[in-house]
């Protein structure tokens, strides 16, 4: 069962320079992107979309990616909000292997996971800052 995402750092007026967030899955904490694949959780490898980095200013989810296809739903978790990047050729993929795609902020994606059957596979990314002016997180304070 997913529990969702809780903040790393101590109170709600507390944003350190390092702002990131970790992953609940039932009582253990993941502090990277995840991917659930038959119900087996492991680390999302981004090594293979890097080439794609700058073009995105962070690491998008692409098809070089091992994505957990062996599945009727997969439900794509694009961070806190929504700002990962899932490139077209992934949605493309979807189609013939007759999966149905769900990309969402990875809260809404945690949500449906904690209703979802078990034919349902999950890319959960914790945190991907979007621009946002003025936010404590952006400058560093």
Not at 16 to 36: C, N
Not at 105 to 128: C, F, H, Q, W
Request: net charge positive; hydrophobic share 35%.
């Amino acid at each position: 069962m997913m529990r969702g995402f809780l903040p790393l750092y101590g109170g709600q007026d507390e944003v350190p320079q390092s702002f990131f967030r970790a992953l609940q899955i039932d009582s253990s904490m993941y502090e990277h992107d995840v991917m659930i694949d038959r119900g087996e959780i492991r680390k999302r490898s981004k090594k293979p979309s890097h080439k794609s980095r700058d073009d995105f200013g962070h690491t998008p989810l692409s098809v070089e990616e091992d994505i957990p296809w062996g599945c009727a739903r997969l439900v794509i978790g694009t961070g806190i909000h929504g700002g990962l990047q899932v490139r077209k050729v992934v949605r493309h993929e979807a189609e013939p292997r007759k999966v149905e795609l769900l990309i969402l902020p990875t809260g809404e994606a945690m949500e449906i996971l904690n209703k979802a059957s078990a034919d349902t596979n999950a890319i959960l990314t914790r945190y991907v800052l979007k621009s946002i002016p003025g936010h404590k997180a952006i400058r560093g304070k």
